[in-house]
Every structure is written in structure tokens, then in C-alpha cells.
T-cell receptor, first 115, second 114 residues
Framework: DAGVTQSPTHLIKTRGQQVTLRCSPKSGHDTVSWYQQALGQGPQFIFQYYEEEERQRGNFPDRFSGHQFPNYSSELNVNALLLGDSALYLC??????????????FGNGTRLTVT | DQQVKQNSPSLSVQEGRISILNCDYTNSMFDYFLWYKKYPAEGPTFLISISSIKDKNEDGRFTVFLNKSAKHLSLHIVPSQPGDSAVYFCAASAKETSGSRLTFGEGTQLTVNP
């Protein structure tokens, strides 16, 4: 039973470029959430996707966008990259009917470095 | 606005002793609190959770205590083992949002010395 898988594991981009990160949820899960973890900080919620729509969004600018496909996998896109976007990007999956307090399953993340 | 705070960036304990990790929160709408453990190059893994209607939850060596009036929770690990060395995150979810939207603290690096 594969867990949450993310690709690539590492990525180096230049300021102003665009990047796409990918996530496949755990088998049986239909909801994907994305988090950004800056160095020395805890993960911060970016947004959640369910039924191919963005359902909730954290305090991130419109440069951050996403997509969910019919097979529940998801992409995170970041446009016009800034140095401050350098972080570990974590994908988490769950079932939409997850009750508060039920654990999320996280992937190992994509380490993005913007130079 | 940091709604969940872990004021100790690091904690070092001896193997076999108790580890106590602390977390404070400000949002009264949080109804569940969770602890995650994170090893380098891995994603966070769920450890234990507690509902806001309880004051204690225990799972093996791990116990979480919740003091609602003080908006404070703590994770106790007894006995501590070297394999427990990791970053521990406190997280919370609120009633009005889905359980997949968590607010995390900054994390505490626990080191258990043999």
C-alpha cells in the first residue's frame, strides 16, 4: 500500500521562473492538501483540493495555484518565484470525510531552492 | 499571528528519562490537537491526538495532556529512547474548517542521548 508520493525530491529554480510540484495521494484517499515548510518553521497550509476543486486556502498569494486530477493526484504551481519561496513543500492526503483530529498522511516533500 | 506556539526550539534528555514537550495556542475554536514527529528527509508522521473535550490521551509511551483554561498542551514520552530523536510538531484543527487544515507550531528538536 503506497503512501503519499511526491516528485521531484529536490529542485533548483531561478527567481522569476515557474515551478510545478506533483503529489500522488495514499490509496483510498481523495483529498490533497499542500503545505509549505520554511527553514526552522512549522508547515503552513497552502490549500486543499477535493473533487478537482480548491476547497480551502491559506494565506498565500495567487502566485500559488493548484490542480487535482480525476485520479486524485495533484499539482502545485508557483509562478514568478521569489527567494522567499525556498522551502520544503509537503503534500498530505486524507478522505474528505476526515473528522477533525484524524491524522493526515504526509509525503516526504519536495525541497525547492530559488536562487 | 502565531496561533500555535512551541517556545522551546530544542530539548535534550537522557535515555530512559521523561521528555516533556510543550505547546501553547490562542484560538479558542481549535477542537483537536495533534502531535507529529519528523525525521530529516521524511514527512511528518502522526503520533497522537487529543480532543478538546478531554484532558488526557495515552498511547503506549506517549501521553498528551490538555489544559484548556491555560490553552496549553504537553506531550510526555516515557521512557525516552534514542530513536525518539526527531523534530516534534504540535498542530491544531478548528471546528469550522476541515480536519485536513492544520495549524502547526514551529517544532521542537528532541535529542535523546544514550
Amino acid at each position: 500500500d503506497a503512501g503519499v508520493t511526491q516528485s521531484p525530491t529536490h529542485l533548483i529554480k531561478t527567481r522569476g521562473q515557474q515551478v510545478t510540484l506533483r503529489c500522488s495521494p495514499k490509496s483510498g484517499h481523495d483529498t490533497v492538501s499542500w503545505y509549505q515548510q520554511a527553514l526552522g518553521q512549522g508547515p503552513q497550509f497552502i490549500f486543499q483540493y477535493y473533487e478537482e476543486e480548491e476547497r480551502q486556502r491559506g494565506n498565500f498569494p495567487d502566485r500559488f495555484s493548484g490542480h487535482q486530477f480525476p485520479n486524485y493526484s495533484s499539482e502545485l504551481n508557483v509562478n514568478a518565484l521569489l527567494l522567499g519561496d525556498s522551502a520544503l513543500y509537503l503534500c498530505a492526503s486524507s478522505r474528505i470525510l476526515i473528522t477533525s483530529g484524524s491524522p493526515l498522511h504526509f509525503g516526504n516533500g519536495t525541497r525547492l531552492t530559488v536562487t | 499571528d502565531q496561533q500555535v506556539k512551541q517556545n522551546s526550539p530544542s530539548l535534550s534528555v537522557q535515555e530512559g528519562r521523561i521528555s516533556i514537550l510543550n505547546c501553547d495556542y490562542t484560538n479558542s475554536m481549535f477542537d483537536y490537537f495533534l502531535w507529529y514527529k519528523k525525521y530529516p528527509a521524511e514527512g511528518p508522521t502522526f503520533l497522537i491526538s487529543i480532543s478538546s473535550i478531554k484532558d488526557k490521551n495515552e498511547d503506549g509511551r506517549f501521553t498528551v495532556f490538555l489544559n484548556k483554561s491555560a490553552k496549553h498542551l504537553s506531550l510526555h514520552i516515557v521512557p525516552s529512547q534514542p530513536g525518539d530523536s526527531a523534530v516534534y510538531f504540535c498542530a491544531a484543527s478548528a471546528k469550522e474548517t476541515s480536519g485536513s487544515r492544520l495549524t502547526f507550531g514551529e517544532g521542537t528538536q528532541l535529542t535523546v542521548n544514550p
